[in-house]
């Protein structure tokens, strides 16, 4: 159920919360749990794009809550590639970032996510 796209609608995540709810901007993940991958893209109206790349490791299943990680389905991530799109160049840049998210709740429409970090994230499958 983890795998498809799904728009990004609410975070607490303090580097993109500001692009949420700009009609401008588009802010997604994509996920193929059978091939591993992930990729995090914000697209602005006006053709310029920031997009992350990296592997995810969805795990066998749902897990406990133990200290400050919530139950749920973990899933761990490792970004290895990122680009900057303007004016139809493409710029590779370093990767930044890994880390773990839980799926508290996970449905054919909507997810929810607690990170590594206590970010908060809410997303709807486009």
Sequence with gaps: M????????YTTEKEV???IGDPGVAVYQ???????SIA?????GDGKRFDVTGTIDCGNG???????????LRSF???????VTIG?????????????FVSVYLDGTLRVNR???GDLAIYLRA
Excluded at 40 to 44: K, Q
Excluded at 88 to 100: D, I, R
Aim: hydrophobic content about 35%; cysteine-free; glycine content about 16%.
């Design 115 to 117: 990170d590594s970090r």
């Design 88 to 100: 139809g160049f493409t710029v590779p840049l370093p990767p930044v970032g890994k880390g773990w």
């Design 62 to 72: 749902r897990s406990r809550a133990e200290g400050d990680f919530p139950a749920g």
């Design 40 to 44: 995090n893209s914000v697209v602005f």
């Design 17 to 19: 919360l500001s692009l």
């Design 2 to 9: 983890l795998g498809g796209r799904w728009d990004l609608v």
């Design 77 to 83: 991530f490792e970004f290895t590639g990122a680009s």
């Design 30 to 36: 994509r996920i193929d749990s059978d091939r591993g």
